[in-house]
């Protein structure tokens, strides 16, 4: 039995689907053999979707193109560290798409190997080789079960080594053959899946994909109040809602619930609201108040939700989130007005403003939309109002950085700089030191592969860099494409231009700026890199 954070956004999303389409879904009657949904998945159009969002499966479903559900099930299987290190995968996928490789070396095993195209991907098809081919007992080829079940790096599947060749060689199969099975075998000892198990995985990774295709306002919903789960933050989901067709409304003090919501349809789907848990630092019991006293009406005062006891800092909270725009309060003026509060009128004259001339006198300046993008990550982690990194587009044409959407035009073994916001770091145990690193910008994502001596070189620049820059080469195989990494570079600096200095000890830059190291000047330093002739043809 597993508890999967999944299942929890597949029962919110029936519950919103149902609240806002009229429609009962259930895990069984959902349309099982729907080509769009499979057309999405083959293009790795599956951010959020359970178990196939990774790198390594995104990677892989443009070029396994799964047709139906079965499909599915080897996709869960086939990317896991066991079938990698028993190298299964090539052989698969060549075999996959030239049917005259397929091959077996006895009707015997055809019958255990055919649905996996004669390479052994399931535990249970380990078991029944060990009895069929090598003449084990049951409980002997449980044990061997057993040990490829230890979730270590090195099970005890070694144990069956002898036993194993030498029953395959005294049933007639050589011993090229019975070593290329058990090396494939012994890959287990580092996590394999039993069919069961993924077939199991592969009914939740069609639901979740089939409800992003055709309900991503509800999906989007459910997902955002589930997490934390899966590889992605609120930002890049929001984004990849956006790009679905779903209108995305910030927190709004007259409109928010504690968890995000669906409104009223906007075109084809329903309007997603963000909730009040986007906010950091509000809590629910406190949202609670603010709830239930704009039950009778809309708010139009400040100074009815902290006489309703919102504390000060739930109020600053939500003005620094930008939440009073329904009325008419940017993020500055409603601070201002928040902080004009502890000179409010209390006793006989309590709920009435007291106007203050030199108050009324002062004009705040606006805040640019830059300043309100940053501000709004640094808050919540997101905004709905622009991407951070179409602010400086100028700045690195300039400099000869191409967006991420570019890289679908360039040709395989092209030289490309590109920069992002630095999304997702992998450096799987079974990729020889390689890390994965996924960027995005106002375009798109990139991804980009980072041999262990360039990582080594530039591990600084990798691991702090919110605004990560690589200087690399295209590698495309079908549409797949990566980076294969050069060289690193941080601009996280180029940041600082686009907001106000810090203002009473707070950083508005949130988790996209920094300090810049007053020692260095970053941009001067990456545009000379740029300009000194090294990285280009």
Not at 224 to 243: C, E, H, R, T
Not at 347 to 354: D, H, V
Not at 484 to 492: E, K, P, W
Request: hydrophobic share 40%; charged share 20%.
């Amino acid at each position: 039995m597993l508890a999967l954070g999944m299942l929890t956004c597949i029962r919110k999303a029936f519950d919103l689907a149902k609240e806002h389409y009229g429609k009962k879904f259930t895990l069984a009657n959902i349309p099982s053999k729907d080509k769009a949904v499979y057309e999405m998945i083959s293009n790795a159009d599956t951010i959020g979707v359970f178990q196939i969002e990774s790198r390594a499966q995104m990677t892989m479903l443009p070029r396994l193109r799964p047709k139906n559900f079965y499909d599915l099930v080897i996709e869960v299987a086939i990317v896991r560290p066991g079938p990698i290190q028993g190298n299964m995968v090539h052989p698969y996928l060549k075999r996959r798409q030239n049917p005259d490789l397929v091959e077996y070396p006895s009707e015997a095993l055809r019958e255990i190997l055919k649905r996996t195209l004669g390479v052994p991907l399931f535990q249970e098809q380990a078991m029944e080789i060990a009895m069929v081919g090598a003449g084990f007992t049951g409980a002997q080829a449980d044990g061997l079960r057993r040990s490829m079940a230890t979730f270590k790096a090195k099970g005890k599947v070694s144990d069956y080594e002898k036993m194993l060749i030498d029953g395959m060689l005294k049933n007639g199969y050589s011993e090229e053959f019975a070593r290329r099975i058990f090396k494939q075998l012994e890959g287990f000892g580092s996590y394999g899946f039993p069919e069961s198990h993924a077939v199991s995985f592969a009914l939740l990774v069609y639901v979740s994909a089939w409800l992003k295709w055709y309900y991503p306002d509800v999906f989007a919903c459910a997902l955002l109040n589930s997490l934390p789960m899966g590889f992605y933050q609120p930002a890049q989901l929001v984004i990849d809602a956006q790009k679905h067709g779903v209108t995305v409304k910030p927190v709004d003090i007259n409109y928010s619930n504690w968890d995000h919501s669906l409104e009223e349809k906007q075109g084809k789907f329903c309007v997603l609201r963000l909730g009040f848990r986007q906010v950091k630092g509000l809590n629910a019991e406190e949202m609670k108040i603010l709830i239930n006293t704009r039950k009778p009406g809309a708010i139009t005062s400040i100074i009815t939700l902290k006489n309703a006891g919102l504390s000060m800092s739930a109020l600053e909270k939500l003005a620094d989130a930008d939440a009073f725009r329904s009325m008419g309060l940017d993020r500055r003026q409603a601070l201002w007005e928040v902080s004009s509060l502890s000179d409010s009128a209390t006793g006989m004259f309590k709920g009435q403003s007291s106007p203050d001339p030199q108050e009324q006198a002062v004009q705040l300046p606006l805040m640019t939309v830059p300043e309100h993008v940053m501000q709004d990550y640094s808050v919540t982690g997101l905004s709905v109002k622009a991407h951070p990194v179409s602010f400086l587009r100028d700045k690195l044409n300039s400099l000869r950085i191409v967006s991420t959407s570019q890289l679908y035009t360039m040709e395989n073994g092209a030289a490309v700089q590109v920069a992002g916001l630095v999304l997702v770091r992998q450096r799987p145990g079974t990729a020889s030191g390689i890390c994965f690193i996924t960027i995005e910008d106002e375009t798109g994502t990139a991804n980009l592969v980072v041999f262990k001596q360039v990582f080594d070189q530039f591990r600084k620049e990798i691991l702090r860099s919110k605004l990560l820059m690589v200087s690399g080469t295209v590698q495309r195989e079908g549409q797949v494409i990566h980076v294969v990494a050069g060289s690193f570079y941080n601009l996280s600096g180029l940041f600082t231009n686009l907001v106000l200095p810090r203002l009473e000890g707070r950083n508005l830059l949130g988790p996209y700026g920094h300090e810049p190291n007053k020692n260095t000047n970053e941009t001067q330093a990456a545009a000379k890199v740029f300009h000194d002739g090294r990285n280009f043809k």
